[in-house]
């Protein structure tokens, strides 16, 4: 099966098969869904097989798919601000986890859901409590961030009329994540989008604000497990990353 990426920023998927994803975190939300099979869950020196479960933002992990298998990332602000770190993944059980195979085996028949509707109603099925919404502050920053992810941090302190310290103590604080980490990720996201309308990997790290290749190629590998050359093709974009999904 050829692997696909279909991204709306605040959203994305990705459906391949007989995956090894190295160890990894992203600072989102992901779920992750066996079609077929059971996934491999390893955090350390612990591994656990799940047939779906939630992935928190930041949390370190590695996964190996035998079969079909969709990992559906979603930005922070989907969720609303920090309400404490979970290092344990939401391993999904019973009833939601039928109706999330469910919805994965749709995903799966539509080659890899482009419609974005289908990404969100992944959302919608987990029924996750959500905290409050993010500070408006916060909000405008990530927006930013996301708009001009090469920006500099006095640049957004400026958008937000907070001194830079305190624009990073609240962004970290509201999100559980550093500014620093929403920037790179931001430049990452940006950067899938060129390669996939045909950029090559120096041009795509260049125009989305990387120091160099290599610089984006770590990155990349920190928040996806693999390296940018081996990303899934197709793509589509929507609404910035960071804008919250309609509730």
Do not use: N, Y
Request: glycine share 10%.
């Amino acid at each position: 099966m050829e692997r696909r990426l279909s991204v709306m920023r605040e959203q994305a998927l990705h459906l391949g098969q007989a995956e090894h994803v190295a160890v990894h975190r992203t600072p989102a939300f992901k779920l992750l869904v066996g079609v077929d099979c059971d996934l491999v869950l390893r955090q350390g020196t612990r591994s656990v097989g799940v047939r779906a479960a939630v992935v928190h933002p930041m949390t370190t992990h590695a996964v190996e798919a035998p079969g079909i298998a969709i990992g559906c990332f979603w930005s922070i602000g989907t969720w609303g601000a920090f309400t404490g770190a979970r290092r344990e993944p939401l391993i999904l059980e019973g009833a939601a986890l039928a109706r999330v195979l469910a919805w994965g085996r749709e995903v799966s028949r539509a080659g890899g859901g482009e419609d974005p509707h289908l990404a969100a109603e992944g959302a919608r099925l987990l029924a996750l409590p959500r905290g409050r919404p993010l500070d408006g502050r916060v909000l405008r920053a990530l927006r930013q961030v996301d708009t001009f992810p090469w920006g500099s941090s006095e640049a957004l302190a400026e958008t937000t009329h907070l001194s830079s310290e305190r624009l990073r103590h609240l962004v970290a604080a509201e999100t559980g994540v550093p500014l620093r980490q929403h920037r790179l990720f931001a430049r990452t996201m940006r950067a899938i989008e060129l390669m996939l309308r045909g950029r090559g990997l120096s041009h795509a790290a260049a125009e989305a604000g990387f120091a160099d290749q290599a610089h984006m190629t770590r990155t990349f590998r920190r928040c996806f497990g693999r390296l940018p050359s081996h990303r899934p093709a197709g793509a589509i974009l929507h609404a910035p990353w960071t804008a919250p999904a309609a509730r």
